[in-house]
């Protein structure tokens, strides 16, 4: 999954990219306002991680132009702003979590998961899909109870399939959430993830609805 980081202190936005990297994300990062409303209009991000004093435009009015927009990913709030009102603003201005700073990561990556899975439509810390179990926190797949051994490119991919509710996923939408930003994204690569997933997961459970993408058995409506 992508995840837009939005903070102008690059020593922070460094630390926040490698702590959601080895929780098996994908992080980019946008050091001003106008380019952070700029991609989170245009690429696909599964959620925002959101500074407030920002150069160029602040992090409200962002929050406010994309909710005006109907893009509807969740966000989180960072801020070393930490009254009460400022917090209200932000949840006013379409905000769905707020965390002052200074923050611990694993804080702000609990909170991450959370906002994920109830975005997802996932109430639970797992989703399950006829035998197979996904454990979000742990990162780890079963199969009828039996722990398969997936990389973390392979399991990104299964996990944002179980979270899609079942909605079929292009090519290209796997690719913005498995990859960052400037990578070379070659439809191939994506078959080959694929591939590999069916020969540890079984033959039936990703599911191929030809000219339009994948879906996980069971899920598809």
Do not use: C
């Amino acid at each position: 999954m992508r995840i837009l980081i939005v903070e102008d202190e690059t020593a922070i936005a460094t630390n926040i990219a490698e702590t959601l990297a080895g929780a098996g994300f994908v992080a980019d990062i946008s050091a001003d306002g106008e380019d952070a409303w700029f991609k989170g209009a245009t690429e696909n991000y599964a959620a925002v991680i959101m500074d407030l004093g920002l150069p160029k435009l602040d992090g409200l009015s962002v929050i406010k132009r994309w909710r005006s927009e109907s893009l509807d990913f969740p966000v989180i709030v960072l801020s070393a702003r930490g009254s009460w009102a400022e917090r209200v603003d932000g949840i006013d201005s379409g905000a769905d979590d707020y965390l002052g700073k200074p923050f611990q990561m694993q804080e702000l990556l609990a909170r991450l998961r959370a906002l994920l899975r109830r975005s997802g439509g996932v109430a639970k810390s797992t989703i399950e899909v006829g035998p197979l179990t996904i454990n979000l926190r742990d990162r780890v797949v079963e199969i009828a109870g039996q722990a398969i051994s997936l990389t973390p490119l392979e399991f990104r991919l299964v996990q944002f399939l179980a979270m899609q509710k079942g909605r079929v996923v292009t090519q290209t939408e796997l690719a913005d959430a498995l990859y960052e930003h400037d990578h070379n994204r070659d439809a191939n690569a994506i078959e080959a993830v694929v591939s590999r997933l069916r020969r540890k997961l079984g033959s039936d459970l990703i599911k191929t609805r030809r000219g339009f993408g994948y879906y996980l058995q069971g899920m598809a409506g």
